[in-house]
């Protein structure tokens, strides 16, 4: 049985053109490209050459405004802490409700260290309305912090706009953006359209590079004291010794990802669009969730009434087919989703929540597969529903009121 991969935004396959151009740092050219010695020079001048093509993809910012890390998670964390221990005398911080939780918790852990912090909501498509922005801000806000988009629907958000109007309304209010979603996946241009941004993360598992290495982008002038303290690495913002292969490989994803972006992006937005087309039509009962907004084009959000998501998984992993409920980074809570219970998807459908995410090598063989497998297993599991009557296929008469009571409200 082949295996079907469909779970990209939790991490992809290292791409082969990743690996090669990380082999010869994991083999005959491994020293500390900090030594002194002749042989460390090479190594330490990948790393410059890395960081100077992240930088040139990124829209032209300056070489010195990226910082490695070694994943979103730790980039997100720099930003927020680091933006805080810089300014004490502002206390307050506005995120959104859907954050991933490497930006949710570190929020919650500002709450418990005595700042405020406001979580603007989301509309039933999982859209910001940035007329909560306007309202939110304060003359004490320090930092508006909000992903550029949604790792469970894929909804993009206007984070340029949104800048803006912060920018606009105080200048030192800092901007930070979870970019992990979409840095190669659609253009990131921080000289231009992103040009209010100071601060965005991104992790390289997330484009074909592997698990292990992520970038921060610092505008020049943000104040952001160091996260880890040690040695001179990084212009002392990130003390530890550089992983040279695994920044060459973040830098050969992402100009791979630029240079395959005409291809990649209509090649895997038509298999989503395909995919949900024939489960709207095969399907009864069976919502997209975010298809009212601008999304990602390999993301999908499928939330099918009166089964259990685990199920779904279950049946899915065991037909060889890997999808998942929404952020693999809380697989393992029983919980509907945050987002999609911010979004007040009912009851009835936010427990049956399954995303499939593609990439480059997402096949419509692939495709073809899970729209064969996923009928009939949402099929077996409404047999066994007590609130599907399977002789007409519908709901029970008792169970419709389910269907339009929206999921409890995210707690902010």
Same mark, same amino acid.
């Given at each position: 049985?082949?295996?079907?991969?469909?779970?990209?935004?939790?991490?992809?396959?290292?791409?082969?053109?990743?690996?090669?151009?990380?082999?010869?740092?994991?083999?005959?050219?491994?020293?500390?490209?900090?030594?002194?010695?002749?042989?460390?020079?090479?190594?330490? @001048?990948?790393?410059?050459?890395?960081?100077?093509?992240?930088?040139?993809? #990124?829209?032209?910012?300056?070489?010195?405004?990226?910082?490695?890390?070694?994943?979103?998670?730790?980039?997100?964390?720099?930003?927020?802490?680091?933006?805080?221990?810089?300014?004490?005398?502002?206390?307050?911080?506005?995120?959104?409700?859907?954050?991933?939780?490497?930006?949710?918790?570190?929020?919650?852990?500002?709450?418990?260290?005595?700042?405020?912090?406001?979580? #603007?909501?989301?509309?039933?498509?999982?859209?910001?309305? #940035?007329?909560?922005?306007?309202?939110?801000?304060?003359?004490?806000?320090?930092?508006?912090?909000?992903?550029?988009?949604?790792?469970?629907?894929?909804?993009?958000?206007?984070?340029?706009?949104?800048?803006?109007?912060?920018?606009?309304?105080?200048?030192?209010?800092?901007?930070?953006?979870?970019?992990?979603?979409?840095?190669?996946?659609?253009?990131?241009?921080?000289?231009?359209?992103?040009?209010?941004?100071?601060?965005?993360?991104?992790?390289?598992?997330?484009?074909?590079?592997?698990?292990?290495?992520? @970038?921060?982008?610092?505008?020049?002038?943000?104040?952001?004291?160091?996260?880890?303290?040690?040695?001179?690495?990084?212009?002392?913002?990130?003390?530890?010794?550089?992983?040279?292969?695994?920044?060459?490989?973040? @830098?050969?994803?992402?100009?791979?990802?630029?240079?395959?972006?005409?291809?990649?992006?209509?090649?895997?937005?038509?298999?989503?669009?395909?995919?949900?087309?024939?489960?709207?039509?095969?399907?009864?009962?069976?919502?997209?969730?975010?298809?009212?907004?601008?999304?990602?084009?390999?993301?999908?959000?499928?939330?099918?009434?009166?089964?259990?998501?685990?199920?779904?998984?279950?049946?899915?992993?065991?037909?060889?087919?890997?999808?998942?409920?929404?952020?693999?980074?809380?697989?393992?809570?029983?919980?509907?989703?945050?987002?999609?219970?911010?979004?007040?998807?009912?009851?009835?459908?936010?427990?049956?929540?399954?995303?499939?995410?593609?990439?480059?090598?997402?096949?419509?063989?692939?495709?073809?597969?899970?729209?064969?497998?996923?009928?009939?297993?949402?099929?077996?599991?409404?047999?066994?529903?007590?609130?599907?009557?399977?002789?007409?296929?519908?709901?029970?008469?008792?169970?419709?009121?389910?269907?339009?009571?929206?999921?409890?409200?995210?707690?902010?």
């Amino acid at each position: 049985m082949n295996l079907v991969y469909a779970d990209n935004n939790a991490t992809t396959r290292v791409a082969p053109e990743v690996l090669e151009a990380m082999r010869p740092f994991l083999d005959e050219s491994y020293f500390n490209p900090s030594s002194m010695y002749d042989a460390a020079a090479g190594p330490a @001048a990948a790393v410059k050459a890395a960081r100077a093509s992240l930088a040139r993809h #990124l829209g032209g910012v300056r070489p010195d405004e990226i910082l490695f890390t070694s994943c979103a998670t730790e980039s997100n964390n720099t930003a927020i802490f680091g933006v805080v221990k810089a300014n004490p005398s502002r206390r307050h911080v506005i995120t959104s409700s859907v954050e991933h939780p490497a930006v949710l918790n570190v929020c919650r852990e500002l709450e418990r260290q005595g700042l405020e912090v406001t979580y #603007l909501p989301v509309d039933r498509q999982g859209r910001l309305d #940035l007329a909560d922005l306007v309202r939110a801000l304060r003359r004490d806000t320090l930092l508006v912090t909000v992903m550029h988009a949604n790792n469970e629907t894929g909804v993009v958000f206007p984070i340029a706009e949104l800048a803006r109007i912060v920018k606009e309304t105080d200048p030192s209010i800092v901007v930070h953006s979870d970019a992990t979603q979409t840095v190669g996946k659609l253009p990131i241009d921080l000289v231009g359209e992103l040009g209010h941004v100071d601060l965005l993360a991104f992790s390289g598992h997330k484009l074909h590079a592997p698990k292990g290495i992520g @970038a921060l982008f610092v505008r020049r002038g943000t104040p952001c004291r160091p996260l880890l303290l040690g040695g001179h690495q990084e212009s002392g913002r990130r003390g530890g010794t550089e992983n040279v292969a695994f920044m060459v490989g973040l @830098a050969t994803a992402l100009e791979l990802a630029a240079a395959t972006h005409d291809v990649d992006e209509p090649h895997v937005t038509g298999l989503r669009n395909r995919l949900e087309r024939e489960l709207l039509a095969r399907i009864p009962l069976v919502e997209i969730n975010g298809a009212g907004a601008p999304r990602l084009g390999n993301t999908s959000n499928v939330s099918c009434h009166f089964v259990e998501g685990e199920g779904i998984l279950y049946q899915l992993a065991a037909a060889g087919i890997c999808a998942s409920s929404g952020s693999a980074c809380t697989s393992g809570s029983l919980e509907p989703s945050h987002v999609l219970r911010s979004m007040g998807v009912p009851f009835s459908a936010a427990h049956g929540s399954v995303r499939f995410s593609f990439s480059r090598y997402t096949t419509e063989t692939e495709v073809e597969r899970i729209l064969a497998v996923l009928p009939e297993v949402i099929a077996s599991l409404r047999r066994l529903s007590p609130y599907w009557d399977t002789t007409t296929n519908q709901p029970r008469p008792e169970a419709a009121g389910m269907l339009h009571g929206a999921a409890a409200a995210h707690p902010r």
